[in-house]
């Protein structure tokens, strides 16, 4: 796999920034912080180990988006083990398949940058 795309392992090495906390003091919602770099991390391995990346390049999700979109490779990522598991409803499907196209099209050191904020 490029290096373009990373090679993230662990929720770890998903950017803090994904889901920016509001909450004040003290945060409450790290389970759901590391549930949402977890999906993240489940779509990265899917999209690579079905070599999908550079679709985001030549290909759009097509009316409805990632939540409704009948293109065989997106199906084979939302059905890859890693992320069927996670359980998505439509709309989390789309907002991880979003965040895995800024990887597809910008590459991983942009996510990086962009989202460790």
Same mark, same amino acid.
């Given at each position: 796999?490029?290096?373009?795309?990373?090679?993230?392992?662990?929720?770890? *090495?998903?950017? *803090?920034?994904?889901?920016?906390?509001?909450?004040?003091?003290?945060?409450?919602?790290? %389970?759901?912080?590391?549930?949402?770099?977890?999906?993240?991390?489940?779509?990265?391995?899917?999209?690579?180990?079905? =070599?999908?990346?550079?679709?985001?390049?030549? !290909?759009?999700?097509? *009316?409805?988006?990632?939540?409704? %979109?009948?293109?065989?490779?997106?199906? !084979?990522?939302?059905?890859?083990?890693?992320?069927? !598991? *996670?359980?998505?409803?439509?709309?989390?499907?789309?907002?991880?398949?979003?965040?895995?196209?800024?990887?597809?099209?910008?590459?991983?050191?942009?996510?990086?940058?962009?989202? =460790?904020?």
């Amino acid at each position: 796999m490029s290096s373009f795309f990373g090679n993230p392992t662990t929720i770890d *090495d998903i950017p *803090d920034g994904v889901h920016k906390c509001t909450c004040k003091d003290k945060c409450t919602c790290s %389970s759901y912080h590391n549930q949402i770099k977890g999906c993240l991390l489940h779509a990265h391995q899917a999209l690579t180990a079905t =070599s999908s990346w550079d679709k985001f390049k030549t !290909e759009q999700p097509g *009316d409805g988006g990632f939540m409704f %979109s009948n293109k065989q490779w997106i199906t !084979e990522v939302a059905n890859h083990p890693l992320v069927f !598991e *996670d359980g998505h409803s439509g709309g989390s499907f789309a907002i991880t398949m979003r965040f895995m196209e800024y990887i597809g099209v910008n590459g991983w050191d942009s996510f990086v940058e962009n989202w =460790s904020k």
